[in-house]
């Protein structure tokens, strides 16, 4: 039981490329989120989506989109990276909205 | 906004001793959470709570609603406890949880 699969683990960009963040989970749960996770403060919630085909923005939305592929899928796009982003992110599902959270591992991203 | 404050920042024990984490919010709740984030930067829900105290092995949560304040304790702690732990709390009907910065446990064989 994989749980919430996130790919890449690692990635380095340069200032204006554009990369894709998957994220996959097998445990049937309806909500998913993307957060980042910078030194010294909390886990900063970027967009989620509550149920299958619905999204909506978090606290740090500007320079990310995503895309809620299907129950099981929800990615997270970087159109023009910038490095005010290096960060790490997690991805993370809930059987619904306000239940205990299952974490990915975790991609670290560099921008420079 | 609620803001969520945990200290210690910084915590090390010796193997064997009882620790204890706070959390304080500054607006009413409708649940908090705790989690662990492993050295290898994995994180793992250990309790979601909205009242009383919750057990789980070694690891007690407890909240105190009046004061908007919770409590992370492990008893006979152990080197593999060390990891950061992390309180979050949802404001009533908020979609939103609100995330501490983190404690850093380190505990010493």
């Known amino acids: 039981n994989a749980g919430v699969t996130q790919t890449p683990k690692f990635q380095v960009l340069k200032t204006g490329q554009s990369m894709t963040l998957q994220c996959a989970q097998d445990m049937n749960h309806n909500s998913m989120y993307w957060y980042r996770q910078d030194p010294g403060m909390g886990l900063r919630l970027i967009y989620y989506?509550?149920?299958?085909?619905?999204?909506d923005k978090g606290e740090v939305p500007n320079g990310y989109n995503v895309s809620r592929l299907n129950k099981r899928e929800f990615s997270l796009r970087l159109e023009s990276a910038a490095p005010s982003q290096t960060s790490v992110y997690f991805c993370?599902?809930?059987?619904?909205?306000?239940?205990?959270?299952?974490f990915g591992n975790g991609t670290r991203l560099t921008v420079t | 906004k609620n803001e969520v404050e945990q200290s210690p920042q910084n915590l090390t024990a010796q193997e064997g001793e009882f620790i204890t984490i706070n959390c304080s919010y500054s607006?009413?709740?409708?649940?908090l959470h705790w989690l662990q984030q492993h050295p290898g930067g994995g994180i793992v829900s250990l309790f979601m709570?909205?009242?009383g105290k919750k057990k789980h092995g070694r690891l007690i949560a407890t909240i105190n609603i009046q004061e908007k304040h919770s409590s992370l304790h492990i008893t006979a702690s152990h080197p593999r406890d060390s990891a950061v732990y992390i309180c979050?709390?949802?404001?009533?009907?908020?979609?939103?949880?609100?995330f501490g910065s983190g404690t850093q446990l380190t505990v010493l064989p």
């Open positions: 979050a709390v949802r404001s009533g009907s908020a979609r939103q949880l609100t």
């Open positions: 993370a599902s809930s059987e619904a909205n306000g239940a205990p959270l299952h």
């Open positions: 709570l909205s009242s």
């Open positions: 607006v009413g709740i409708s649940a």
């Open positions: 989506s509550a149920s299958e085909g619905t999204t």
